[in-house]
């Protein structure tokens, strides 16, 4: 999941927890990009008497100014394990477990909503994998891909955030109209990794292009 530049005029301008008493609500790979809160903090408790929220594997990059936590009344605290923030606290309503304090992701271009992580960003290999076995509460064993539809899980390890490290690529294919007419061509979209992209294909002159033509 991601929250992206969501604005709030009072409370939670990410998560408002209300009047939970029941099971805790469960937040997992998600990424928290430049929310705010006029009133109070990024992620709000409201007379919480159940099962305390969770965040786990998240990435939180936000201005330094707003709160990452707030509570009124609450009596269970905000859960957070395997994230990341650019904040040198989580905040006094947060129940902490192997967490990264002021620390940047290294987004590849958050200014230009891309939030996919560059090499050497500490989110890398920085998850807690075990989240996603068979029999975990919840269980999220068939979750095998992030939010660009790459593998969820590189090198046995999750990373932190809504998308794992490494180059995605996907492609659409424009068929040859007629025998021995050089008008295929393909199409690429490329996500993850840095920019930028070399290109090399098997092709006769050899063409180093994102997309190629004059295919036979």
Partial sequence: CRFVNNTSVNEGSSIYYDDGNGPGAVF???TVFDTT???AA???THDNSGSAPQFRNTIFFTSPLQSLTGTWSNINSI???YCITNKTSLGTHASTIN???SSDPLFVNAAGGD???QSGSTAINAGNTTLFSVGQTPDLSTITTDLAGKDRIVNSIVDMGAYEYGIGVTSVKQDVLCYNAATGAITTTIVGGTPPYTYSWNTTPAQVTKDISGLQ
């Fill in 99 to 101: 967490n990264l304090l």
């Fill in 79 to 81: 859960i957070f394990q």
């Fill in 37 to 39: 809160a006029t009133g």
């Fill in 42 to 44: 990024i992620v709000y």
């Fill in 28 to 30: 997992t790979n998600c």
């Fill in 115 to 117: 939030f996919t992580l």
